[in-house]
RNA sequence: GGAGAUGUAGCUCAGUUGGUUAGAGCGCAACAUUGACAUUGUUGAGGUCGGUGGUUCGAAUCCACUCAUCUCCACCA
């Protein structure tokens, strides 16, 4: 066979073999009537740049688990796209074009998007290569972009629907609003960040109220405090006349169980417009809500000349100062540390105000479930309670429902340009009927108003959220709303794979969507992988400079090996530290998977194609490894199929290193060489390896010239018919005799090179060493081997014991009594206190009786064995001693 | 304020439903170098499993409390 190179070097193999995988068809998979197919959708990358460790994760297990449900035969679909992340791409490229000196308004609407589109082209390309650089095995054909005209339509109609049955409505409520993208934030796009600030004590009226932001507080006429409140319950209802920023205002004194007497002095203002609390309890008891700050962070004309138009942040200093020499603060506590909101994509302190959006309504009942309907709300908990969908790990459903039953109704409007533009239309017509009032929702564009016929119709500005539109992923992918063969074969998908991360921004929305479309799940598994850190455990970013880039790795180091350092070592919901060391590790072990192919490939004989036969198998050591093969095979099958990649990958790996290489390639090279057994045990290996080291095995394949690739083929089954549980327990006692003669060895300083003579007391097993005698010499650097039942104790010899074989090593020049007898009594003492420790549980009559039958016969046994040894021990003691004397 | 996770060798982590003597990789120490591989081999040192108490014949594993670290959720004017 071909000789391959001394060391494996990625770079030199990896884009060849991922064109041919793509080229072949095998990321597509064919459909196969009656066979349930396995389905993943990729969690779409932000169409906004690069990938990073988080996506490498994502695709390593992701690929993992398709390629693994692939070689066993199951049609497995992975499908790829990306998602236009409409805040996060527009921040990007206003970011880009203010280099330049123009903003997003000086371009204007089209312009801009024009923009925007460009640089998601770019980008998108950008990701498409390093998705294949990661091996990803997904399927180019099905590729999906979440602004693409399809999903598109799909957002449309989902969106139509919704409003149809009452689940979408327009209205006035307290938002959350982000000054700098000047749009709205749902609620957990909001972050918070400690922060120290100022706390106010202004007096108002007779009481004094506590606050942070003074600036909001020009038109507040209301007081609140708790109902119980002693010192507030005289003021309770009344009317009052206050001085206060602008001058003297009427004012009124209510009691709310909201108040809470602890904080600060228990009296509190409210400003409807700007605070959540303050907005319920206006709502609550009916009163005003004046906006004084616009969607600018600027001050409204309300609260007077003299601040109108000016940034509220910014004028609190003159607002308290004014406050100051009106002789109305108090008091001012300069460390009140509290959490200030702010927008999660570009850090600016969320402005909380009133503005007309669009929600969707998560407690209304339409989803039909029998005679009942239920809510998006119900449902997305159900399925979840149920064992619909399972989540991994199981901790995280907790989470779920808390998060699901706090949930309010959903505000999904943006004002932002980059996205999905809401299908809703407004006639703006001068004839105004009845009808034009109501706006037009549809998923077509109308030419004229259906109220009044006039064709001067105006689509709504804002676009939807970015998740509306990810949360429709595993069905818009497929084709919906029209009927496809995809969509009828592939949905529900198998598992989302995702960080804990995006559990609620995207996983419960999916959730909550896919009921409602198709009264369907969007997939019966929730896979959580934990996130990248580095190497003291912190959350890797770019302000932290601590960030790993994936690329460069794959560079360094090559993608089978990035691709080990994320999944091995790791588990589900757990976060893991990545560096360096821990890469060039796994590349080690790329690089001996090449070797041990290679010593492979060099022992082949080069003419025939080598079949394996069942009468192939000749030695001790080939039905030892065969044992130890399908041993391997059955473990890490079960470990597969419960998503435990790290120990199925661990288990892969110590079999290749540890058990195939260190042994059975170094017994392969003295007359046990049989290129059949070891070209069946590689293949099989190359195909364990493969789902997690797809490049090396893939290329290591090719050189096998089977003609067929290693992505298509069948995952090993176990087969008992090749386990031999007799003979591969007795060669491991010859590999127990090995070690040992090389402990003593090493313990005794002899030099690897020079060769010794030894004597072995094999007992039972003494007709096994006999036929095992070469292989003991070369792997053990033996000159003359002596092997009997039993014999004398040797004069001048250094002594090991294991496992009822006794072995002496005459070694007169390095022999040394004393502490030859030291070692032999602390070998004593060894199997003294495990025989103690037995012994002590089978004299305990409780252990007798309650512990498993077999457990007790077992130890039993074996404490007459260790009572047997001891005996042995010693007599071999005495004899030592008394050769001293 | 509420919830969760983690704590095992110097470091990073395994340890599945409780079962003899707790494992691996890296690092460390010693030795080895033409033959698959120095991206290597052989051998070795290193742990009272965070602490206390309990359940049990038996606990790293189950329970209670406790300490430490981290994360998420909520958010108070």
């Known amino acids: 066979m071909k000789e391959i190179e001394k060391a494996y070097e990625a770079k030199k193999y990896e884009d060849d073999i991922y064109k041919k995988w793509e080229k072949s ?21 932000n169409a906004t740049g690069t990938l990073h460790l988080g996506h490498a994760t994502m695709l390593a297990v992701e690929d993992i688990m398709i390629r693994f449900k692939r070689m066993q035969g199951t049609p497995s679909l992975w499908i790829p796209g990306t998602d236009h992340a409409s805040i996060a791409t527009q921040n990007k490229v206003e970011k880009i074009v203010a280099e330049r000196g123009e903003t997003r308004h000086t371009l204007g609407r089209e312009k801009f998007l024009q923009e925007v589109h460009e640089f998601v082209k770019k980008s998108q390309n950008t990701i498409r290569n390093q998705v294949r650089k ?127 007497p602890e904080f600060g002095t228990g009296a509190m203002t409210l400003t409807p417009a700007h605070d959540f609390l303050d907005f319920d309890l206006a709502k609550k008891h009916k009163l005003e809500i004046v906006q004084i700050i616009g969607q600018d962070g600027n001050f409204t004309d309300v609260v007077g000349k003299k601040f109108a138009g000016k940034s509220a942040r910014a004028s609190r200093e003159a607002i308290v100062e004014i406050l100051q020499k009106k002789g109305l603060i108090e008091r001012i506590d300069e460390n009140y540390v509290h959490n200030l909101s702010v927008c999660y994509r570009c850090g600016t302190p969320v402005e909380p105000l009133v503005s007309e959006q669009w929600f969707v309504d998560v407690n209304k009942p ?12 119900k449902r997305a908990i159900d399925v979840v309670k149920k064992g619909k969908i399972e989540i991994i790990p199981d901790r995280f459903n907790k989470i779920y429902f808390h998060w699901l039953n706090d949930l309010r109704d959903w505000c999904i409007s943006r004002q932002i340009w980059f996205g999905h533009r809401i299908p809703v239309w407004y006639c703006h017509s001068e004839n105004k009927k009845p009808l034009c009032a109501k706006p037009i929702v549809q998923v077509k564009a109308p030419t004229k108003c259906p109220g009044c016929g006039s064709n001067k119709l105006e689509q709504e500005s804002d676009t939807l959220d970015t998740w509306f539109s990810s949360g429709l992923w595993t069905f818009s992918t497929l084709g919906w709303p029209d009927k496809t063969d995809d969509l009828d074969y592939f949905h529900p998908t198998a598992v989302l794979e995702t960080g804990y991360d995006i559990l609620f921004f995207w996983v419960a929305r999916m959730i909550l969507m896919t009921n409602y479309a198709l009264d369907e799940i969007p997939f019966k598994q929730v896979y959580l992988h934990g996130l990248v850190r580095d190497k003291n455990g912190k959350k890797m970013s770019k302000s932290a400079g601590n960030g790993i880039d994936p690329l460069d790795m794959i560079d360094k180091f090559g993608t089978d090996a990035v691709r080990l350092s994320l999944v091995i070592g790791t588990s589900a919901g757990n976060d893991f530290r990545l560096y360096e060391e821990k890469i060039a590790g796994y590349r080690n072990f790329v690089n001996k998977i090449w070797n041990s192919a290679r010593f492979a490939f060099m022992n082949m004989p080069d003419n025939k194609p080598h079949k394996f036969l069942k009468s192939h198998i000749k030695s001790h050591a080939d039905k030892w490894i065969l044992t130890e093969l399908q041993n391997l095979i059955k473990e890490v099958n079960v470990d597969m199929e419960n998503y435990h990649f790290s120990e199925a990958g661990t288990k892969i790996y110590n079999f290749t290193w540890g058990i195939y290489c260190d042994w059975y390639l170094e017994m392969s090279k003295g007359e046990h060489m049989n290129p059949a057994v070891l070209l069946f045990v590689l293949k099989n290996l190359l195909k364990l390896l493969h789902p997690f080291v797809p490049f090396v095995t893939e290329s290591l394949w090719n050189h096998l010239e089977t003609g067929t690739m290693l992505i298509s083929e069948e995952w090993p089954v176990y087969d008992k018919t090749l386990v031999f549980t007799k003979e591969a327990k007795e060669l491991k006692d010859i590999m127990e005799i090995i070690t040992s003669i090389r402990s003593i060895r090493a313990e005794k300083g002899v030099e690897p ?45 250094l002594w090991k014991y294991v496992n009822g074989i006794n072995i002496y090593l005459p070694v007169e020049d390095l022999f040394d009594i004393s502490q030859e007898v030291i070692r032999m009594q602390k070998k004593y003492e060894e199997i003294n206190k495990k ?48 050769l001293h004397n």
């Open 25 to 45: 068809g095998a990321f597509s998979p064919k459909k196969v009537k009656g066979k349930k197919p396995f389905v993943i959708a990729m969690p779409p990358p």
């Open 134 to 260: 990661m091996g990803s095995s997904c399927d180019w054909t099905r590729e999906r972009y979440t602004l693409d005209s399809g999903l598109s339509k799909a957002v449309s109609e989902i969106f139509v629907r919704m409003y149809n049955d009452g689940l979408i409505y327009r209205g006035h409520r307290i938002v959350n609003w982000c000054v700098r993208c000047t749009s709205t934030l749902a609620d957990d796009e909001v972050e918070f960040k400690e922060e120290k600030t100022k706390f106010y004590y202004i007096k108002y009226g007779p009481v004094v109220i506590g606050t942070a932001r003074p600036e909001t507080k020009f038109q507040d006429k209301i007081i609140v405090a708790h109902p119980d409140d002693k010192r507030y319950k005289k003021y309770f209802g009344k009317k009052m006349t206050v001085d206060w920023i602008n001058g003297p205002i009427e004012a009124a004194f209510l009691a709310d169980k909201n108040a809470d």
């Open 366 to 377: 339409v989803i039909k479930e029998g005679d009942k309907k239920v809510s998006l709300k």
């Open 753 to 797: 090179a020079r060769k010794i003579n030894a004597t072995i007391y094999g007992g039972a097993k003494t007709k096994l060493i006999i036929t095992k005698e070469s292989i003991i010499k070369r792997m053990a650097r033996i000159e003359n081997l002596t092997i009997a039942p039993k014999g004398e104790k040797l004069a001048k010899a």
């Open 835 to 882: 025989a103690e420790s037995i012994g002590s549980r089978i004299n305990n009559p409780n252990f007798v009786q309650r512990a498993p039958k077999e457990l007790v016969e077992k130890e039993m046994k074996q404490h007459q064995e260790l009572l047997a040894e001891m005996d042995s021990l010693q007599k071999q003691i005495k004899e030592l001693q008394n």
